[in-house]
């Protein structure tokens, strides 16, 4: 899997430095990666959603011990570029993506999802 787009919105509350969000292989965008000045530092925490129940935060997106590394380089790389006024994002690559579709049920759709 290669990270083909970073990108990063500055934003500053308490601990709380940024977002990113990731695109691997020029096709999945996984938006709300967290850039967070812990004691250690900065690092990246995945997209998260609360849990009404018992006011927790659940991680909505896990991944290897091997690729938590890669991801975290890229997203500080890209944010660290941002912060000094160097760039937007990083790592940018021509897009080739589809139309977005818009439905509310498979039923509005003329043709099955693919």
Excluded: H
């Excluded at 709380?16 to 990666?33: I, N, P, Q, S, W």
């Excluded at 995945?46 to 018992?54: A, L, M, R, V």
């Excluded at 997203?75 to 760039?87: E, T």
């Amino acid at each position: 899997m290669k990270i083909s787009d970073v990108k990063v919105n500055l934003y500053e509350n308490g601990k709380l430095r940024g977002f990113a969000d990731v695109t691997f292989d020029e096709a999945v965008t996984v938006k709300g990666f967290k850039i967070w000045n812990g004691s250690q530092g900065l690092f990246v925490g995945s997209p998260s959603t609360i849990n009404k129940k018992d006011d927790s935060y659940r991680d909505m997106v896990w991944l290897s011990d091997e690729f938590k590394p890669i991801l975290s380089e890229a997203v500080l790389d890209a944010f660290r570029s941002m912060a000094n006024g160097n760039s937007t994002k990083a790592n940018t690559t021509k897009s080739t993506r589809q139309p977005r579709i818009t439905a509310t049920s498979l039923n509005d759709l003329d043709e099955p999802p693919l």
